[in-house]
């Protein structure tokens, strides 16, 4: 069934899965008879159900077969109709021929729909490939779209695929999964093959006890093999759980007897690729080796030149078997490029040059396969090198930075090493935790004066090697600098970062084993008042190395699957920190070691001396899989870890207590350079004209040669045409030409899911021959017409430095353009002839514009030539008068102005929440029954603008048609309306002064604007308050009359967050606490449909984690209260926390819950920066504290009662601290506008986010004068 093979083509990016069954007489009253057992009250957590499902298949002796599928899907919930409503199908047209023979939806009341499948659906080329640098046109996608699916509808669906060339020559297999995230009522498959060529290997795993039945008939020279499935329950999928269909119930069959059969194909099919040897490969293998003294030298040497020097890109250009079959290891040597079976094969090769036994091996990333049944479904290939009879060590070359030949996040999955005698399926080695070790060692001083200074090196072992040294050589020096900075504030708020130093300097010299040595400094790390404080402890091992990744595994309470995790690690930490003899220790938490065997090993202890605390920490995950029964012990001590890990030491200032005798005491981030660029526009009238842009590029490392190796073109060739010339100069002069097989046209991901609109397309043109030291010479060129006006924003600084830069435009003396250019660096020409005027801009010795976190569009802040010859007024009345056209109300659209009830009886005069109901009801149908799709509404001509009634008929409409058809039932029902285009931009006033000195078509959504309700549409769901707007805060233009607006929601629907906590805290720590919060706006929008989209299980899996944030420990008490019925929407819950607050030596110490997402929102890293931060979105948060104190115990802080951060119209914090003989009271708020931050206000942001991470801000200290302290106890 479709649904369920949907695994197989996302994690088998080889596999030749079995979608479908061919077309067999439809048994309808069967599925109508299981449709009476499958509600909504019968499975909760179902959206939708399999009712009937019958698959049968008809293979022959070559490997080749037909495949038939026809089922029944029941919809049971909204979630449920709108997963089913777009139906998607993938496919490979070297091996496959597909065909969707049928489509019906099956109402309620007995009516069948039959959909016209030629109209509803698109073949294009699958774009997901792109996303890995691999390009085959023959890798498809279908989508199909079913409109007006309601919930309690059946969709029935009958396809066909043929497999017309084996993927291995006479073997033929399958995988079908029954079981699956959804209930089966009843799934049958039959098989039907040749008696010469039966299925020698046939296994049902992970069986669901007595749910399948099996039969076998010969009959005819052939074999009927017959499975029936029933009453199959549903899988409740877990977070980090095996893929489904590793570990639910399903038929895996085979023609092949043993794994021998599939080693020795992919030998076979692999060795006239391996032999396509060449001088140049025989003589590089001979400078690789020549110097080596060892065998482990020879391999890694050839090992690193693969993995470095030939990067991973794919174009399929083989005949036998593509997707398995490796281009010519010649091919491979000479492009520096493949995928991951070329770069295999060119290793292995080289090792067989080099006199090393090595062979291909297919390889399964993911959960192990069944060992019982044979196939050819692998999705990685990698290589061994058999150091004996059986014994093989594994490389994977795909890694380009990486010093381990096999990395460990590979261990326990399944391989087959082909030869030419065969070999059995075989597993990878688990490495152990104390390979993958992250070592941190920190020694810190604090001075008198309250300034913390530090150093820390970190030396990245294993696993932690490869994460950061690839991340490290893809990222600019800046980049790096800003990465450390952010996670050393997130260890020690306020700190900054002082000298990084990465070891080596050259991160892809694997000789050498990464190490970061960095130094950071923090001012006001003590309190200027004498009072009690926390001391800050200077630990790192949270934020860095692969064990913090896997510590958010760990959410849910027990589990019913295993747990995986991508590769055992640890963590090994000390520290010293000298703390001035000013600063007395009152408390400090003990020591703790919990073990859970063969699973987790932590221990971490702190201790005090003289002016000194020392602390050292190791953590370690010993394991890749977490079984259920190991996941419960795991959470019991992850308990004890959490409980223990948040006391930290508590100080305080004493000067009476300090000793009598220490009271005196050049283009270093670039990855490429711009020799030269100059661009000419050729105005031929006010709608079209020709763009001409060349440049020339020096690459001059390997992060260029990966940026700079592909040019993606996207352009429609409804009014675009565009073509592309190349060349590659290596540095030893050799010149490459892009041919036409470096060319790949691809669609544009939306263009299969919107068939009525023309396809967008995007020319990927790969680069021949870039390596660091090439020039790279290209030429594009684009003719474009049908555009409402010219305007360009052309930004004279980008991601490299530029030596030269030119942009020369070309008009008719009578065409008036607008031009905006820099004050400095630019040079003006201009050149005249019998009717044209031409001006040419030029700039050079530019430098590159750093790349910062939250940075602007270049556009808004660096040196910018504007140009338009657009007016806004023009533009309004055209894109009104083209909408218009079309907003003509037929009689479908008038009938459903009477079904939605949107006219109002004259004699009565209706109620205001009558009239907002109406305004919903079209909102609502709108939302649920058009989907959105398609191109946006500056990417197409406005000729393509549909009438109403194709968008109502087809189900789907991009934002300009779904406004066309708003406002025809607008019209049809008396309602006045009007249109707004919007733009992707926030309403800043420097932005909003650019949009309007220099008119530019960026908008890409049309609103449908409803005066007598004050209400936006067209860009919420059915979830949202009516007069939300998810524009909210953006630039528009009211096609009215002319203006540029700012899009704002209607009063009190602004989105926002409010939390309340009252938290009722006792004497031993324990806490319980009612938590209430409410959403306006969007956030209305975005919870009201998660929580009603939500199964039962899913919201029991929802407040499980949401209540382990609070603690490990934490419960839940009584029913949690939903309510978005009302407004604003409400969550309400109490949570039971045993350890919610440390106590220790007469303190008590906890956190505020829910503050620390304050400091998260402001979001900063360094302290300071080059480029403007910009703020898209606005955000606005309030949290409410009331906690009542356990008896006898007072706050201890001297914090203000009201205090104000920030600025009014900019990022602003507010704070009301009122503490009381038993009780606490705090009010804050946290208001973040759209804003465009210059770099010199950044520290007002830095401050604020400082102030808001400080230890003191989140955290409360309690005291009760009645109890000893540690000091007095002595």
């Known amino acids: 069934m479709i649904r369920f093979k949907k695994f197989l083509p996302l994690l088998l990016a080889i596999l030749a899965f079995h979608l479908f069954a061919e077309a067999v007489p439809a048994p309808v009253a069967q599925a109508l008879k299981l449709s009476e057992q499958a509600s909504a009250k019968r499975f909760p957590n179902a959206d939708s159900v399999l009712l009937y499902d019958e698959q049968h298949v008809v293979y022959q002796a070559d490997g080749t077969a037909v495949t038939t599928d026809d089922y029944f899907v029941k919809v049971l919930t909204e979630a449920g109709r709108r997963a089913m409503g777009t139906q998607s199908f993938y496919f490979n047209t070297t091996y496959e021929e597909f065909k969707l023979e049928l489509c019906d939806v099956l109402k309620p009341d007995g009516r069948t729909v039959r959909l016209d499948v030629a109209k509803n659906s698109k073949i294009a080329v699958s774009p997901g490939q792109m996303g890995s640098n691999i390009y085959d046109p023959a890798n498809k996608i279908m989508t199909v779209a079913i409109p007006e699916l309601e919930v309690g509808d059946i969709i029935r669906l009958r396809a066909v695929e043929k497999e017309i060339k084996p993927r291995v020559a006479g073997v033929w297999c399958g995988l079908y999964l029954l079981q699956s995230d959804s209930p089966v009522l009843e799934y049958r498959i039959t098989i039907n093959g040749p008696a010469d060529r039966p299925l020698k290997s046939i296994a049902v795993k992970d069986p669901v006890g007595g749910s399948v039945k099996f039969s076998e008939e010969k009959k005819d020279g052939r074999i009927l093999y017959s499975w029936v499935a029933t009453d199959v329950p549903q899988v409740i999928p877990e977070p980090d759980m095996p893929e489904l269909y590793t570990c639910v119930q399903r038929l895996a069959v085979s023609t092949a007897a043993n794994w021998n059969e599939i080693s020795q194909w992919y030998y076979a099919l692999c060795r ?94 993911g959960p192990p396969k069944d060992d019982e049944v044979p196939n050819n479904y692998f999705n990685h290939a990698v290589v061994a090198v058999e150091l004996a009879p059986g014994k093989y060590q594994l490389m994977d070359p795909t890694y380009e930075t990486t010093t381990e030949l096999f990395p460990s996040s590979m261990g326990n999955m399944s391989f087959l090493v082909a030869k030419p005698e065969g070999d059995a399926l075989r597993r990878s080695e688990v490495t152990p935790a104390a390979e993958n070790v992250m070592k941190i060692a920190t020694r810190a001083a604090v001075a008198p004066d309250g300034v913390l200074s530090g150093a820390t090196e970190l030396a990245f072992g294993g696993i932690n090697d490869q994460i950061y040294r690839d991340a490290f050589s893809r990222w600019p020096v800046d980049y790096r600098k800003q990465f450390f900075a952010a996670q050393l504030k997130r260890a020690i708020p306020g700190a900054t970062l002082e000298t990084l130093e990465v070891t080596p300097a050259d991160v892809r010299d694997m000789s050498v084993p990464l190490a970061v040595k960095l130094t950071f400094r923090a001012t006001e790390f003590l309190p200027e008042n004498p009072a009690e404080f926390l001391l800050q402890l200077p630990e790192f091992g949270s934020g860095f190395g692969a064990v913090s990744f896997m510590m958010g595994s760990f959410g849910l309470e027990k589990r019913r699957f295993n747990l995986l995790l991508f590769s055992t690690c640890a963590v090994e930490e000390k520290f010293d920190l000298a703390v001035p003899p000013l600063c007395r220790l009152v408390s400090v938490p003990g020591r703790l070691e919990v073990k859970v065997p063969g699973v987790l090993d932590y221990r971490r202890s702190l201790s005090a001396g003289a002016a000194m605390v020392s602390g050292s920490l190791r953590l370690s995950l010993d394991t890749v899989e977490i079984k259920p029964a190991q996941y419960i012990e795991l959470k019991q001590a992850l308990r004890k870890i959490d409980s223990l890990e948040r006391q930290l030491p508590i100080a305080k200032i004493d000067f009476a207590g300090v000793p009598e005798q220490l009271v005196a005491s050049a283009f270093p981030g670039a990855d490429s350079i711009l020799l030269d660029s100059a661009e000419t526009v050729t105005i031929h009238d006010a709608s079209s004209w020709t763009s001409v842009a060349k440049e020339r590029r020096r690459v001059l490392n390997y992060a260029g040669v990966k940026s700079c190796s592909e040019l993606k073109l996207s352009y429609n060739p409804v009014w675009e045409e565009v073509s592309v010339a190349a060349t590659v100069t290596a540095p030893d002069g050799s010149r490459q030409e892009l041919g036409e097989k470096e060319l790949n046209l691809m669609d544009a991901p939306w263009v299969s899911s919107a068939p009525r609109y023309p396809a967008e397309k995007v020319l990927v043109a790969s680069l021949p021959g870039v390596v660091p030291g090439a020039v790279i010479e290209s030429t594009v060129t684009r003719k474009v017409k049908e555009r409402p006006f010219f305007s360009r924003y052309v930004p004279l600084a980008g991601d490299a430095p530029v030596v030269r830069s030119s942009f020369a435009l070309t008009a008719p003396f009578k065409f008036d353009c607008r031009v905006g250019a820099p004050d400095t660096n630019l040079a003006v020409q201009e050149f005249v002839d019998s009717s044209r005027l031409t001006r040419i801009w030029k700039s050079g010795d530019t430098p590159q514009l750093p790349r910062e976190p939250g940075q602007a569009p270049r556009w808004m802040f660096a040196p910018t030539l504007y140009l338009s010859a657009g007016n806004y007024g023009s533009f309004a009345k055209a894109l009104s008068a083209a909408l218009q056209a079309k907003v003509r109300p037929g009689e479908k659209i008038k009938a459903l102005v009477g079904e939605l009830k949107l006219v109002d009886d004259p004699a009565v005069r209706p109620l205001a929440s009558e009239r907002e109901a109406k305004l919903k009801r079209l909102r609502d149908y709108v939302a649920r029954n058009i989907r959105s799709a398609g191109p946006g509404l500056n990417q197409l001509p406005w000729s393509c603008f549909s009438s109403p009634e194709t968008t109502l008929a087809s189900g789907y409409g991009n934002s300009a048609d779904r406004a066309i058809l708003l406002a025809a039932i607008l019209k049809a029902a008396g309602i006045e309306s009007r249109f707004v285009a919007v733009t992707p931009f926030g309403y800043a006033p420097a932005t909003l002064k650019l949009l309007s000195r220099y008119p530019a078509n960026w908008f890409s959504e049309v609103l449908v604007y409803v005066p007598a309700y004050e209400t936006y549409l067209n860009d919420t769901s059915e979830y949202a308050k009516v007069g939300a707007a998810r524009s909210e805060e953006q630039i528009g233009l009211n096609l009215s ?189 946290l208001t973040l506008p759209v804003e465009l931050v210059p770099p010199l206000d950044y520290n007002k942001l830095t401050e604020l986010q400082r102030e808001l991470s400080k230890l003191a801000s989140g955290r409360i200290i309690l005291t009760n004068r009645k109890a000893p302290t540690t000091e007095q106890k002595r």
């Open 1041 to 1229: 009359d002319g203006r540029l607006q700012v899009i704002r929601p209607r009063r009190k629907s602004e989105s926002s967050v409010s939390l309340s906590y009252a938290i009722d805290l006792r004497a031993n720590g324990s806490a319980e606490i009612q938590v209430r919060r409410q959403v306006t706006g969007t956030d209305f929008e975005n919870e009201n449909r998660r929580f009603a989209e939500m199964t039962p299980e899913q919201k029991r899996i929802f407040f499980e984690e949401l209540v382990s944030g609070f603690s490990q420990s934490a419960k839940l008490a009584g029913k949690p209260k939903i309510d978005f019925d009302s407004y604003p929407g409400r969550l309400e819950y109490t949570v039971r926390v045993p350890d919610f607050a440390a106590a220790a030596d007469g303190y008590m110490q906890f956190e505020l819950p829910g503050f620390s997402e304050l400091a998260q929102r402001v979001a900063t890293a360094e302290k300071s920066r080059r480029t403007p931060v910009w703020r898209n979105k606005p955000s606005r948060i309030s949290l409410e504290y009331r906690i009542h104190l356990p008896s006898g115990y007072r706050v201890v802080a001297d914090r203000p009662e009201r205090k104000e951060l920030g600025s009014f119209g900019s990022s602003a914090f507010y704070e009301y601290f009122e503490p009381g003989e038993s009780t606490l009271r705090i009010d804050c708020g």
């Open 272 to 365: 006239p690729r391996l032999d396509a040897v060449t001088p140049e490969i025989k003589a590089k293998v001979g400078e690789l080796t020549k110097n080596a003294k060892t065998p482990e030298q020879k391999v890694m040497a050839l090992f690193q030149f693969v993995s470095q020097q030939i990067r991973y890109m794919g174009i399929t250009a083989e005949a036998e078997a593509p997707g398995y079959e490796p281009h010519d290891v010649s091919m491979t040597f000479n492009q520096r490029y493949g995928v991951c079976r070329d770069k295999a094969a060119l290793l292995v090769s080289m090792l067989e040059l080099a006199g090393f036994k090595a062979y291909p091996v297919l390889f399964m990333a």
